[in-house]
């Protein structure tokens, strides 16, 4: 009998096959001591499995590139924490196997993270993927991971670490369901770059029996159990009416009576470029520069090596624009001689643009970097600031940039509701906003992005976030500055059309998801846009704003 489950829809697409779950976790190690004699062999052993895993998770992080690389590095430099092994260390002096002592080291900073007002919360299923690894190579068993299979299938799992999201095999994996997770997590992300139709925060997921057919919607989050044959031609038809959407869907973004929407990528680096390209990104909406800062936690890159890793995005786009982000350290990206060890609650303490201006020659050295980058090439060059809280904040980022020498249009990231509630001081400083969804959704509603119990707080729609970016574009518009989204929420085909009708001028996102917005937008004028995006405002969940929309753009 055919039921019906929701979850969060993260990943375009329809999957249709039988359900494999993941790999069983490592079990705990047994509890026993080891003679005095035996510790020196037994850190040994720690310390190989976890250069063993660092190495392995580096090596999967080179095959991925983009995205992918970027997260599994950081998971490899979580495997190597100094303090980590010395608490290794310290309990095998005691008496605990190395197993045992790596099982309970990372069990004592899994509640830390847990424990850090929640924000941290998210980098949990990544920290137990990492120990799982080197107590699995501990204990000479299988790591944990995809199940082996001749045959396609789509992946059930309680989350999805990234070092198996980055290498999943797209005629293998016909899509994936898991039980925790947001839509702009990790595996979220990184699904969208490999185009694998996702759904993510299904409660019960676990519970759906080897074997079983499904068929998974990744854009409505709906998963249908043992679905009808009428239900599977349904779904296949509506598919490859998509499909054909984007074929003939080309060139700049627009709606169909010709309000220009620019359609831009969101980048971690010259890794993601060829995609972007590929997928006719008309430039670069978030060039996200933390890539260089992770490759090395106790110094900054030189002048030099920054110079040129953003020359060669740049140079992918010649008279497009880039907007580059400024170095966003601190919280889940913590870097060691730059972010503060022991705040209590890192969300809301020195990150973004604070890190920088508390170490004005970091800033200094990126932004000389990025003017020198530049310097003779036809690109629109854009340069902006993260965590950007109010007027005084966008006056010192101006100036650093002004005394560097950039010459570039100087803009601030909207991520904070106090920018979004202030955004016309601000433009008083800067010449465009930026709207980060992610954070502005996980700042309004005091939801962790990553934490799967609270993900309905995290869904783009909800009215309360469209009524902030709505401030931020009339703000924009009445200063006659650009107002953009480069958070998860641009990602949305519906949902783009809405911000296209609160006033946004540009939409940036990951390049996967630019054929989908195009041909969406290309659908409708900008008048249903402006009166989709009324309906949306005018609801009170996030489920009534997408419905309202769907509604008055499908002229019902």
């Not at 090596?59 to 980590?84: I, S």
């Not at 997921?205 to 009428?230: C, H, K, Y």
Request: charged share 25%; proline share 6%.
């Amino acid at each position: 009998m055919e039921t019906t489950l929701r979850g969060v829809g993260v990943s375009h697409g329809v999957a249709i096959g039988e359900v494999r779950h993941m790999g069983t976790a490592v079990l705990e190690p047994p509890a026993k001591q080891i003679p005095a004699e035996d510790a020196d062999r037994e850190q040994g052993r720690a310390r190989q499995a976890v250069e063993a895993v660092a190495a392995d998770l580096t090596a999967r992080g080179n095959l991925a590139g983009g995205e992918a690389q970027h997260v599994l590095e950081a998971q490899a430099m979580m495997a190597q924490d100094p303090e980590l092994m010395a608490d290794v260390d310290r309990r095998i002096a005691v008496g605990s196997t190395a197993e045992r002592a790596v099982y309970d080291a990372f069990a004592s900073y899994r509640a830390l993270l847990a424990g850090a007002g929640e924000y941290l919360a998210g980098r949990v299923a990544d920290l137990d993927d990492v120990r799982n690894r080197i107590v699995a190579r501990l204990l000479g068993v299988p790591m944990p991971g995809v199940p082996d299979s001749d045959e396609p299938y789509v992946l059930i799992a309680r989350d999805l670490a990234p070092a198996d999201t980055a290498l999943l095999d797209p005629t293998l994996v016909l899509g994936f369901v898991t039980e925790e997770g947001g839509p702009t997590s990790h595996s979220a992300i990184l699904a969208r770059a490999l185009g694998v139709p996702a759904v993510v925060a299904l409660p019960g997921a676990g519970e759906l029996a080897e074997g079983t057919v499904i068929a998974v919607d990744g854009s409505s989050g709906e998963i249908f159990v043992e679905p009808s044959t009428e239900k599977k031609a349904q779904l296949r038809a509506a598919a490859e009416a998509r499909r054909a959407a984007l074929s003939v869907s080309t060139g700049p973004g627009a709606t169909s009576d010709g309000h220009k929407v620019p359609l831009l990528a969101n980048v971690g680096g010259p890794a993601d470029v060829p995609a972007a390209v590929e997928a006719g990104a008309e430039g670069v909406g978030l060039f996200r520069t933390e890539f260089l800062f992770l490759d090395d936690s106790k110094q900054a890159p030189s002048e030099e090596k920054q110079v040129e890793a953003y020359r060669q995005v740049l140079e992918a786009f010649p008279e497009g624009r880039v907007v580059v982000r400024v170095l966003d350290a601190g919280a889940d990206k913590p870097l060691e001689f730059l972010t503060p060890a022991d705040e209590p609650n890192p969300a809301l303490g020195v990150r973004g643009l604070r890190t920088l201006l508390d170490h004005p020659d970091v800033l200094r050295t990126q932004l000389t970097a990025l003017a020198k980058a530049s310097e003779g090439l036809p690109v629109h060059l854009e340069v902006m600031a993260p965590m950007v809280a109010d007027r005084i904040d966008a006056k010192a980022f101006a100036d650093a940039c002004r005394a560097a020498g950039l010459r570039a249009k100087f803009g601030a990231m909207v991520e904070i509701p106090s920018a979004a509630l202030r955004a016309r001081a601000i433009l008083q400083e800067v010449e465009f906003l930026s709207l980060g969804t992610n954070d502005l959704a996980q700042y309004t509603f005091a939801a962790d992005r990553q934490v799967g119990a609270v993900s309905r707080l995290q869904d783009p729609w909800q009215p309360a976030l469209l009524d902030l970016v709505a401030l931020s574009a009339e703000a924009a518009k009445a200063e006659g500055r650009s107002c953009g989204v480069c958070g998860e929420a641009a990602s949305d085909p519906l949902l783009a059309c809405v911000l296209t009708g609160l006033g946004i001028t540009s939409l940036s996102m990951g390049a996967a998801s630019i054929p989908y917005v195009r041909a969406t937008l290309a659908k409708y004028t900008l008048a249903q846009c402006e009166r989709a995006a009324a309906a949306a405002r005018a609801a009170d969940t996030a489920e009534e704003a997408r419905t309202a929309a769907q509604a008055v753009l499908s002229g019902e």
